[in-house]
């Protein structure tokens, strides 16, 4: 059983910065990518940003120069890092990660049960 557990999100003001976290447990031998994407009400969901396990980085256009994602190989945990927060960033931020449960298998993607982000006054 692989478990992905997201922390972090909450209400903050326009401008305002939040970190969210996610940790990977359960049975993994190796985890590939791991990443954050988001889904705003009536949205589809979308990347926000991604890291594979060699630390090459890939963001969203939108959120470029705003947001940083980091992970702890270690701990198999991934965190994105948000600043100038707006509005329309408002949306649950669901964790990603593509892994294998053996070392002989393929890969499986995983998601977590998501963390509300609310950006408002």
């Known amino acids: 059983q692989v478990q992905l557990v997201e922390s972090g999100g909450g209400l903050v003001q326009p401008g305002g910065s939040l970190r969210l976290s996610c940790a990977a447990s359960?049975?993994?031998?190796?985890?590939?990518?791991m990443g954050w994407y988001r889904q705003a009400p009536g949205k589809q969901r979308e990347l926000v940003a991604v890291v594979t396990s060699r630390g090459i980085t890939n963001y969203a256009n939108s959120m470029k120069g705003r947001v940083t994602i980091s992970r702890d190989n270690a701990n198999n945990a991934v965190y994105l890092q948000m600043n100038s927060l707006k509005p329309e960033d408002t949306a649950v931020y669901y964790c990603n990660a593509d892994l294998r449960k053996t070392s002989w298998g393929g890969t499986t993607e995983y998601w977590g049960r998501g963390a509300q982000v609310t950006v408002s006054s």
């Open positions: 359960g049975s993994i031998a190796s985890i590939n990518a």
